[in-house]
């Protein structure tokens, strides 16, 4: 689970999925809702990463996926 902008968790990305493991879950929060499609494009897209649930809350979205 991460709490972390957007920007900071596209950087990451590469880290938190080598440790991900195969049917492993991530939650992700820390996402503003104005930015939404630039971490869908930085770290969902083409990553093996499926989407079980969006939650949004005022300004903020948060991801939890699946390996």
Known sequence: ???IIDG???QLKD???RILKPGGAIFLTGILLERE???LE???E???LEAVR???KDEWVG???RK
Do not use: K, Q, T
Request: net charge neutral; proline share 0%; no cysteine.
């Open 37 to 39: 499609n630039i971490f």
């Open 63 to 65: 991801y939890w996926l």
């Open 42 to 44: 930085g770290f969902i």
């Open 54 to 56: 969006r939650i949004e």
């Open 8 to 10: 900071v968790l596209i």
């Open 15 to 17: 880290h938190l999925l």
């Open 1 to 3: 689970m991460a709490n």
């Open 46 to 48: 083409n990553s093996g």
